[in-house]
């Protein structure tokens, strides 16, 4: 499967319904890095949860043994801004994978707006610092169905706001369903803001 190579630095997003396979495609794209693949993940540990402890030992299996991974939990930002500066002098600087931009903002549901905004600021922020391309996963919403509940309303209208704001700092994105993805810088066009 040919797939144009990854810039060597700059943010690629893959979104995607749940189940659709954007992070079997996010796995797919590292796999074509020459250096190291540190695979960041947002979620709750293992453990936590019997069906989310099935899903986390699934990803676990499929990955290569050589890739590092770090459960940031809710400190996605933090962990990126704290990350060891050597990585920027490596010749070839690693990869990131962020697995999922969804399950970090439900750490920070209960954050104001002022304060959301400041986390989403402080997130763009350390993600424009790194040295090497990052693939950040990120859950579509809304696709049709109004959240029954105030929390996931909210949480929908969150995530939707901030992958438009990354999507403006995108080299590439992509859009995964039912095991297919699709190239949006490619097929898509910027929808104008709105008035």
């Known amino acids: 499967m040919v797939v144009e190579p990854l810039p060597e630095r700059g943010l690629i997003l893959i979104s ?3 189940r659709g396979g954007k992070s079997g495609w996010a796995e797919h794209l590292a796999t074509g890095w020459p250096a190291a693949v540190h695979y960041l993940a947002t979620g709750p540990a293992a453990g936590s949860d019997p069906n989310w402890s ?3 030992e699934a990803h676990q299996l499929r990955r290569p043994s050589q890739w590092r991974c770090t459960e940031v939990g809710g400190a996605l930002a ?3 801004l704290s990350r060891d500066a050597s990585a920027a002098d490596a010749e070839t600087p690693p990869l990131l994978l962020i697995d999922s931009l969804g399950t970090w903002l439900a750490w920070h549901l209960d954050d104001t707006a002022a304060q959301w905004q400041s986390r989403c600021e402080q997130l763009l922020e350390a ?3 790194q040295p090497g391309p990052v693939l ?14 105030a ?3 909210l949480f929908r209208d969150r995530l939707g706001a901030l992958q438009q704001t990354l999507m403006q700092h995108c080299h590439t994105a992509w859009l995964v369903v ?5 190239n949006l810088m490619t097929l898509g066009h910027p929808v104008p803001p709105s008035v």
């Not at 950040?136 to 509940?149: F, H, I, N, Q, R």
């Not at 039912?178 to 699709?182: K, N, P, T």
């Open 78 to 80: 933090e962990h990126l």
């Open 54 to 56: 099935q899903r986390v």
């Open 127 to 129: 993600l424009e610092q």
């Open 16 to 18: 995607g319904p749940s």
């Open 151 to 153: 929390i996931g309303g």
């Open 136 to 149: 950040l996963v990120v859950e579509e919403t809304g696709w049709g169905v109004v959240p029954s509940t």
């Open 178 to 182: 039912g095991g297919r993805a699709l």
